[in-house]
């Protein structure tokens, strides 16, 4: 059986019947370019083939009924006249702030739907399980109601419910490259602009890994806030100095001067954002050219910073790039905005199978339970599946 024809299986047995379409929006890893998203950066994501399946049906009220395997076990009602947040349905609350931004920028849902939602990927794992949904939710209405939303508005609408409806300052990356991704290629995506190119991902004898740590973290009330106030505090200062819109517009060799300006704690934060964008460029580089083993090696510099400057790792993602690298990846780090989550690694493809019980292994010795591998190819945005 197909996933098409499992997801129409399963929407069939809850609402008695068919579907009138079935959707796919991929998750995202972002090999390079990590918390710079929200300072105008250049970030290199990929849309994976691992992702949220979506049916819909019509109806004739103004409820949206969902249901969802990986995220409840109930069904959930949405009134289109209350959109209001549901502390009590969380994941539902994606949902809800897909129609209340619509509703706000102008566009009418005139009536609900039934809807069905399953993921196979994990859930507060780095893998923008919740962009993948809010993209879903946009593309479905959009092809319903002839809304006319191009794509680049698709992501920027998912963000506005990240930012505005849930309470999380993230940036434009993850709904971006969810809705723009296309199969074999990475997008190298200028935040600031908004203009990108694909980069073609072709990793020869290697084989792209992701690990989940299993610690599960809520974006919302993480530090992820706190590092984006420090940020923006630091920018505020630097303007002062600099002629300067975003942090990404300065350079390695301002280093020095900054240094002077900022308290120590600021300064890292600073060096982390400038030095990232530059081995960001550099990665594109190296991937057009095929010179894998370098682009590895500016992933590894990539953690190091993450861990050092930025402080968004943590033990688990530590322990699991570390034991990545002494198992045989030639590179890697985390991806994501960090406290747990997801890494990435780059692994020659005859050492993958041995790799992973290794690890895991390891892993359980050091942190007390498993990590999970997985595997995944590249993919196209968020779409139907005819």
Same mark, same amino acid.
């Given at each position: 059986?197909?996933?098409?024809?499992?997801?129409?299986?399963?929407?069939? =047995?809850?609402?008695?019947?068919?579907?009138?379409?079935?959707?796919?929006?991929?998750?995202?890893?972002? /090999?390079?370019?990590?918390?710079?998203?929200?300072?105008?950066?250049?970030?290199?994501?990929?849309?994976?083939?691992?992702?949220?399946?979506?049916?819909?049906?019509?109806?004739?009220?103004?409820?949206?009924?969902?249901?969802?395997?990986?995220?409840?076990?109930?069904?959930?009602?949405?009134?289109?006249?209350?959109?209001?947040?549901?502390? +009590?349905?969380?994941? =539902?609350?994606?949902?809800?702030?897909?129609?209340?931004?619509?509703?706000?920028?102008?566009?009418?849902?005139?009536?609900?739907?039934?809807?069905?939602?399953?993921?196979?990927?994990?859930?507060?794992?780095?893998?923008?399980?919740?962009?993948?949904?809010?993209?879903?939710?946009?593309?479905?209405?959009?092809?319903? +109601?002839?809304?006319?939303?191009?794509?680049?508005?698709?992501?920027? /609408?998912?963000?506005?419910?990240?930012?505005?409806?849930?309470?999380?300052?993230?940036?434009?990356?993850?709904?971006?490259?969810?809705?723009?991704?296309?199969?074999?290629?990475?997008?190298?995506?200028?935040?600031?602009?908004?203009?990108?190119?694909?980069?073609? /991902?072709?990793?020869?004898?290697?084989?792209?890994?992701?690990?989940?740590?299993?610690?599960?973290?809520?974006?919302?009330?993480?530090?992820?806030?706190?590092?984006?106030?420090?940020?923006?505090?630091?920018?505020?200062?630097?303007?002062?100095?600099?002629?300067?819109?975003?942090?990404?517009?300065?350079?390695?060799?301002?280093?020095?001067?900054?240094?002077?300006?900022?308290?120590?704690?600021?300064?890292?934060?600073?060096?982390?954002?400038?030095?990232?964008?530059?081995?960001?460029?550099?990665?594109?580089?190296?991937?057009?050219?095929?010179?894998?083993?370098?682009?590895?090696?500016?992933?590894?510099?990539?953690?190091?910073?993450?861990?050092?400057?930025?402080?968004?790792?943590?033990?688990?993602?530590?322990?699991?790039? !570390?034991?990545?690298?002494?198992?045989?990846?030639?590179?890697?780090?985390?991806?994501?905005?960090?406290?747990?989550?997801?890494?990435?690694?780059?692994?020659?493809?005859?050492?993958?199978?041995?790799?992973?019980?290794?690890?895991?292994? !390891?892993?359980?010795?050091?942190?007390?339970?498993?990590?999970?591998?997985?595997?995944?190819?590249?993919?196209?945005?968020?779409?139907?599946?005819?």
């Amino acid at each position: 059986m197909t996933i098409k024809d499992h997801i129409k299986h399963r929407f069939a =047995a809850i609402y008695n019947t068919p579907p009138v379409a079935v959707y796919f929006s991929p998750g995202r890893v972002n /090999l390079i370019g990590e918390h710079i998203d929200y300072h105008g950066g250049l970030v290199l994501p990929v849309a994976l083939s691992i992702g949220t399946y979506g049916a819909y049906s019509l109806r004739d009220d103004d409820e949206v009924r969902l249901y969802s395997t990986g995220y409840s076990d109930y069904p959930i009602t949405i009134n289109l006249g209350d959109l209001s947040k549901d502390s +009590f349905t969380g994941w =539902a609350n994606y949902v809800r702030g897909v129609f209340q931004v619509l509703k706000d920028e102008g566009y009418h849902v005139p009536h609900g739907l039934n809807l069905y939602l399953e993921s196979d990927m994990p859930t507060s794992g780095g893998l923008s399980s919740s962009s993948s949904l809010e993209l879903l939710i946009i593309k479905m209405l959009n092809d319903i +109601f002839n809304f006319g939303i191009d794509r680049t508005k698709m992501a920027v /609408l998912g963000k506005k419910v990240e930012n505005e409806y849930i309470g999380v300052l993230t940036g434009i990356m993850d709904q971006f490259v969810i809705a723009n991704g296309k199969k074999n290629n990475a997008l190298l995506l200028n935040t600031n602009t908004l203009k990108f190119d694909y980069i073609p /991902l072709d990793l020869k004898d290697y084989q792209l890994v992701i690990v989940n740590t299993n610690k599960r973290r809520g974006l919302a009330d993480s530090k992820y806030n706190e590092r984006w106030n420090e940020t923006m505090g630091a920018l505020k200062t630097l303007k002062n100095h600099f002629k300067i819109n975003n942090l990404t517009e300065l350079k390695s060799s301002d280093l020095p001067q900054i240094e002077k300006l900022l308290d120590p704690l600021l300064f890292r934060r600073v060096r982390h954002i400038i030095t990232e964008q530059e081995r960001t460029l550099e990665s594109a580089m190296l991937l057009k050219e095929g010179k894998i083993e370098e682009f590895a090696k500016l992933l590894t510099a990539s953690h190091n910073s993450l861990r050092d400057d930025y402080e968004v790792t943590g033990l688990e993602l530590d322990t699991i790039v !570390l034991l990545l690298l002494e198992t045989g990846a030639i590179g890697a780090r985390m991806t994501g905005a960090g406290f747990g989550g997801c890494a990435i690694a780059i692994v020659p493809k005859e050492k993958v199978e041995k790799q992973a019980p290794l690890v895991i292994d !390891l892993y359980k010795k050091v942190i007390g339970y498993a990590p999970s591998f997985f595997a995944s190819d590249s993919s196209d945005g968020t779409h139907e599946l005819k």
